[in-house]
């Protein structure tokens, strides 16, 4: 398995946009929140998340198709390989989320993205924000209309999970890394 050092590295080479830096920290922190939760390996949890949008910026056209070619580049292996690709299920590939890790990827890549949203049009940004804030803002068709809600609701179904719990898992994630990703208010 490779190191977080030689994941981010990669990341970096292919990514240059700060905006998708900051989603891949946010997705890699909730993915260690998760992993924690369901007593799995944290850190191999949270280097797929790191690199789940490796091919995003470079090559969006080939995205979750061009990745395993960029990730072998640093020898991940094949199972971490195919979680990254699964994310994209039903979007940009066929490839299935199977492992409850991948089912996991599936829904908070997508979730992460209406906590975000949600912690943007809050001054305290992810400083105290709850789940009745995102629940509020996931009613709202029009708010963040780019987070495929079905998405995450079909990827809560897969878990077996409710959407409340998911919600506090990403919440708790991403405020550990909130201060790095500019979510956090100063002061």
């Known amino acids: 398995m490779a190191t977080r050092e030689e994941a981010l590295e990669l990341f970096r080479k292919y990514n240059k946009s700060e905006s998708l830096y900051h ?3 946010e997705v890699e922190a ?3 929140e ?3 939760k369901f007593g799995e390996d944290p850190e191999y949890w949270g280097i797929v998340g790191l690199l789940h949008d490796i091919d995003w ?8 198709r061009k990745a395993p070619e960029l990730l072998k580049e640093i ?3 094949d199972d971490m390989i195919h979680a990254i690709c699964s994310h994209g299920y039903g979007l940009v590939t066929d490839i299935k989320p199977e492992r409850q890790m991948e089912k996991f990827l599936y829904t908070i890549d997508e979730l992460s993205g209406l906590v975000h949203a949600t912690a943007l049009m809050r001054p305290e940004k992810m400083k105290g924000i709850t789940v009745k804030s995102v ?3 996931w009613k709202e068709k029009s708010f963040a209309a780019g987070v495929n809600r079905d998405v995450i609701a079909n990827g809560a179904e ?3 999970m409710d959407l409340s719990e998911l919600m506090q898992i990403t919440i708790d994630g991403m405020a550990k890394v909130a201060p790095e990703t500019g979510l ?4």
Not at 57 to 64: A, K, L
Not at 184 to 187: A, D, L, Q, S, Y
């Open 30 to 32: 909730v993915m260690r």
């Open 184 to 187: 956090w208010p100063e002061g």
């Open 75 to 77: 020898n991940l292996p």
């Open 135 to 137: 629940k509020k803002k």
């Open 57 to 64: 910026e470079m090559f969006p056209e080939e995205h979750c």
């Open 23 to 25: 989603h891949a920290l």
């Open 34 to 36: 998760g992993a924690v």
């Open 158 to 160: 897969m878990l077996g």
